[in-house]
């Protein structure tokens, strides 16, 4: 399992990911992409749809990008990586291409829960050989944080705002990481920012897997979330610790969760700091909706045990 | 050898000869028998080509890009509504100038959904940067198919081609094609040479960027001068094809009893195939009256058009789908062609054949007889059609 030490060593060798890039100032989308890339030790090509990382990585004649990468539309990223993947297969077939490589794909939440879904879907179906990796900050940032189906219930977004009607976003989240699930790839994994290791160690071992690996990772977005700009692993850290953000994976369909917190923070805790749910602790309602959402909080983590009892392949410990 | 098949199965044993690393299709009808026959190729093993069977034309197009990006010649097919679910990526194909070549079985546009033949779908990519080359036979197909990916894989162009060919008139119906022999066709095309291809991972490159007001202007410009290219690269790669088919096209248009023609029609597709039976049987008696036929559509020949044209008194030009809003998209290039010639014919525009609308000769007679009575304006006439 790579260390701190063998990741900070790999990029010492081969810097994949260059700090030229315009991503704001405690953005978390280059610890996950840099995490990722340098947990892969074999070439990696990777794509990305339109949206924050793709923009602020890649202005012409730029690029902070330092191994293949490309970028087409919003919502075909697994489409194009499929492209990519199959060219690669064909060329290895005729012999003009001798060298194992790998592809992974970073996509925003809104390039891949929303518009890029049916493409995600297909690509997963098909059994191309890639990791697909949504950075996942919960709205369509690159656009003026507009709301997405990953952003969490009640989440002021700007098209979601905080009306005297209709306060915050009404629904709640997809479970994007179980619609993967059902796809029956070999490895389905959710990580965050604020654990780098765990991360790491999700893309090592996905990485052993032939066929479609899917990783979805809490990447705060300071900007969006109205939090300061050094909160990023903070925000995400206590995302994991109340339980809002599990870390777990489903390998070959048995599922294991890798942190179960020891003490019960209420997910309160995680809200209270958050520019986006500030109207929560303003509103006389806001109470009642904070308990709902703890309680689809809990329902969704005694769901998690409960599957991880089931499907664990007999190994599960109790949490 | 001399072979009976349908224009479908004409485009895809081009396709197999050209045998491409990936293909990446969606059915949809008329095309859905091009993906279905390249099927076969692919699970009885006679090509390497990866087959990308995706979830939708859009991702057909993406996976499109991907794979020529990656370095592998790649191609694929679509009709109608999978062409308008596609051409977002299909701007963005040429945008990044990947040689990818599409055969379109022409189909009109929704609503109502009609899966018959117009060319609504071809006007529709009309803008997108893709060369588009129309055929009037299954044999055309073939041979376009063929020509089309070396003039797309052309070192001064590099850009998507479209192969246009009429829904059902031509897909579905079974005309004589001589194909050439496989080992001629593969010599013909030759070994594809990827550039910049992101499989080469010791030079990291970034495709598809961003680019601001500071640089988007000259990149356009660019893409439009490998636009430019095309006219060139067509007639040399029409030479080649005629050294290694015997067949010999020459040119963007071919003019049928043009040369003294004192009324002509001007038509894409199929329709040429009928309009010379109509040229015929009213030369037979004694009137002069002729045909262009349009073989590359984009980029416009407005030179040629023009030269043809010209000696011509009264044109009526065809369009087989409405520009709301607008003169037929084919009359406004035709006239935009004629606009500097001395001696200008007068121009007419005709509607027909939407949504698979039958075109007759005794029509396209009607409209032979009628140039010259009507007064030539802005006014867009149909055929065949009850008001
Ligand atoms: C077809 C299409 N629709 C809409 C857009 C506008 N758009 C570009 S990026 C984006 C949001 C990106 O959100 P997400 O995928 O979550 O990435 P983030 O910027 O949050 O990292 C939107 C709406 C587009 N480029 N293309
Ligand atoms: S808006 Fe958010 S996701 Fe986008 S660059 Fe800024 S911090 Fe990162
Ligand atoms: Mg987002």
């Known amino acids: 399992m790579p260390s701190i030490k063998t990741l900070a060593q790999r990029e010492e060798k081969e810097i994949r990911f ?137 989440a002021a977004a700007t098209t979601s705002p905080v009306g005297d009607a209709i306060p915050g976003k009404p629904q709640d989240r997809k479970d994007l990481t179980e619609i993967v699930v059902g796809h029956h790839v070999p490895y389905v994994g959710q990580a965050a920012v604020s654990h780098l290791i765990d991360l790491a160690n999700k893309v090592e071992r996905a990485m052993k897997f032939d066929g479609p690996k899917f990783l979805n990772v809490l990447t705060t977005c300071p900007l969006g979330w109205r939090t300061p700009r050094d909160s990023a692993i903070v925000q995400s850290k206590l995302a994991v610790e109340t339980r809002y953000w599990p870390l777990y994976e489903v390998i070959e369909g048995k599922y294991k969760i890798n942190y179960k917190p020891k003490q019960h923070v209420p997910v309160e805790e995680w809200l209270k700091t958050q520019g ?27 769901d998690l045990l409960r599957k991880e009892q089931c499907l664990s392949g007999g190994e599960a410990d109790q949490g | 050898m001399r072979r009976v098949m349908t224009g479908h199965k004409a485009v895809a044993e081009a396709m197999r000869q050209i045998e491409p690393d990936v293909v990446a299709v969606y059915p949809i009808t008329p095309q859905s028998e091009i993906a279905e026959y390249y099927a076969d190729y692919v699970h009885d093993g006679i090509v390497h080509t990866e087959l990308v069977p995706v979830e939708s034309e859009h991702s057909a197009m993406s996976a499109c890009v991907g794979a020529a990006a990656a370095g592998a010649r790649v191609m694929t097919a679509t009709s109608s509504q999978g062409l308008a679910l596609l051409v977002e990526v299909l701007y963005i194909a040429a945008g990044m100038r990947l040689p990818i070549v599409m055969a379109l079985a022409n189909r009109a546009l929704s609503a109502p959904i009609n899966i018959h033949c117009d060319h609504s779908d071809a006007y529709l990519a009309r803008d997108a940067g893709a060369f588009q080359i129309f055929c009037e036979s299954a044999q055309e197909a073939y041979d376009y198919t063929l020509i089309a990916q070396r003039i797309a894989e052309h070192g001064k162009v590099r850009l998507p081609g479209i192969v246009n060919l009429d829904g059902f008139a031509l897909t579905h119906t079974a005309q004589v094609v001589e194909p050439l022999e496989d080992e001629a066709a593969k010599k013909f095309v030759g070994p594809f040479q990827p550039v ?82 109509a040229v015929d049987a009213l030369r037979s008696k004694g009137e002069k009256v002729g045909l262009l036929k349009i073989w590359l559509y984009r980029p416009f020949p407005y030179h040629a058009v023009a030269a043809a044209l010209a000696p011509v008194k009264h044109v009526a030009v065809l369009d087989r789908a409405l520009s709301f809003g607008a003169m037929g998209a084919l009359y406004s290039d035709v006239a935009t062609a004629l606009l500097r010639a001395q001696a200008r014919p007068a121009l007419h525009n005709y509607i027909y ?24 304006d802005e006014v867009l006439r149909y055929i065949g059609l009850r008001e």
């Not at chain 1, 109207?279 to 959402?293: A, Q, T």
């Open chain 1, 18 to 154: 260059t700090p030229g890039h315009t991503l704001c100032a405690g953005c978390a989308e280059p610890m996950v992409v840099r995490t990722v890339l340098n947990a892969i030790e074999e070439p990696v090509v990777a794509a990305s749809p339109t949206g924050c990382l793709e923009v602020a990585t890649s202005r012409f004649p730029g690029t902070a990008w330092n191994v293949p990468w490309i970028h087409v539309a919003f919502e075909n990223a697994a489409a194009v990586i499929s492209g990519v993947e199959a060219a690669y297969k064909a060329l290895t077939k005729t012999g003009a291409v001798k060298k194992r490589i790998r592809f992974v794909v970073f996509g925003g939440d809104g390039g891949t829960y929303d518009i890029g879904l049916q493409a995600l879907s297909g690509a997963l179906e098909r059994g191309h050989d890639f990791l697909y990796v949504c950075v996942n900050n919960e709205a369509y940032m690159n656009t003026g944080v507009q709301r997405s189906s990953a952003t969490p219930a009640c």
């Open chain 1, 276 to 302: 986006r749910f500030r109207h929560l602790f303003r509103d006389p309602k806001g109470k009642e909706r904070i308990v709902e959402f703890q309680a689809a909080v809990d329902r969704h983590w005694n």
């Open chain 2, 196 to 277: 910049y291809p992101l499989l080469d991972v010791a030079k990291p490159v970034t495709w598809g960027p961003f680019a601001m007001p500071d640089y988007y202007f000259e990149l356009k410009r660019a893409q439009q001068a490998a636009m430019e290219e095309v006219p060139a690269a067509f007639l040399e790669v029409q030479k080649a094809y005629a050294l290694a088919s015997g067949r010999r096209y020459a040119g963007f248009v071919e003019g049928y009893h043009l040369d003294d023609a004192d009324r002509a029609l001007v038509v894409l597709g199929s329709t040429a195939g009928t309009a010379k039976v």
């Open chain 2, 353 to 376: 054949g939407l949504g698979g609308r039958d075109i007759t000769v005794e029509q396209l007679e009607d409209v032979l007889a009628e140039l010259g009575k009507v007064r030539p």
